[in-house]
């Protein structure tokens, strides 16, 4: 079992519609968690990092973190073309290094 | 804004041949992580430095050697290379270990071994 796991996918959603996206992990210290997108070919590119319990919001990106459930989850309001793309949940342990999910490709559907 | 920069892009190497990957990081950060991305994969950590000096270690070969200078610049050496080094390599640079700082990836080294 992967330390750090994430709904498969791929996932394809309307334009316009909500994009849910979700992740959780095993290490009950785990104190800091993020979410990359993906192009492909390129650098995972930071959208959020989330550090308490509670939802953190930034434009069309939520956040959402529940460390008793051990999980964290990435909404996507007014979803677009542009944000199709393979998102990545990280989790730091320990000397900070990022453990990755497998990763969620999501498809914008015009 | 300044990011990390990675050389080179890309490189085609033989089997047994070596190869050095190079990373700069972000200016002001002291720690610089590396990572190796297969196909279809998640990023997997190899290896970290914090202020020139190994910080943490994950799965990196016996083959793979990397260090960081005083300019807080790193290299990532790889010896003796075989075709399932075959991977995307990036080097990523926050500004504080310890800390839960952000860390934020170079655009990588595509790396082909035939």
């Known amino acids: 079992q992967k330390e750090v796991e994430q709904n498969s996918g791929p996932l394809s959603v309307p334009e316009g519609a909500i994009a849910s996206l979700n992740c959780t992990y095993s290490?009950?210290?785990?104190?800091?968690f993020f979410w990359y997108r993906q192009y492909s070919g390129k650098s995972p590119e930071l959208i959020m990092s989330i550090y308490s319990n509670g939802d953190k919001e930034d434009g069309r990106f939520t956040a959402q973190l529940n460390k008793a459930s051990q999980y964290v989850s990435l909404l996507i309001r007014d979803s677009q073309p542009s944000d199709s793309a393979t998102y990545l949940c990280a989790v730091s342990q320990g000397a900070q290094k990022l453990v990755f999910g497998q990763g969620t490709r999501l498809t914008i559907n015009p | 804004a300044a990011g990390v920069i990675q050389s080179p892009r890309h490189l085609i190497k033989e089997k047994r041949e070596t190869a050095t990957l190079k990373c700069y990081p972000i200016?002001?950060?002291?720690?610089v992580y590396w990572y190796q991305q297969g196909p279809g994969q998640d990023p997997q950590f190899l290896i970290s430095?914090?202020?020139?000096?190994?910080?943490d270690k994950g799965s990196i070969p016996d083959r793979f050697s990397a260090q960081q200078f005083s300019d807080y610049h790193s290299e990532l050496n790889m010896s003796s290379l075989e075709l399932g080094d075959s991977a995307l390599y990036f080097c990523?640079?926050?500004?504080?270990?310890?800390?839960?700082?952000?860390?934020?990836f170079g655009p990588g080294t595509r790396l082909l071994v035939l």
């Open positions: 430095f914090y202020e020139k000096m190994q910080s």
């Open positions: 290490d009950r210290g785990s104190q800091s």
């Open positions: 200016p002001r950060h002291d720690t």
């Open positions: 990523a640079s926050s500004p504080l270990e310890g800390t839960g700082e952000t860390q934020y």
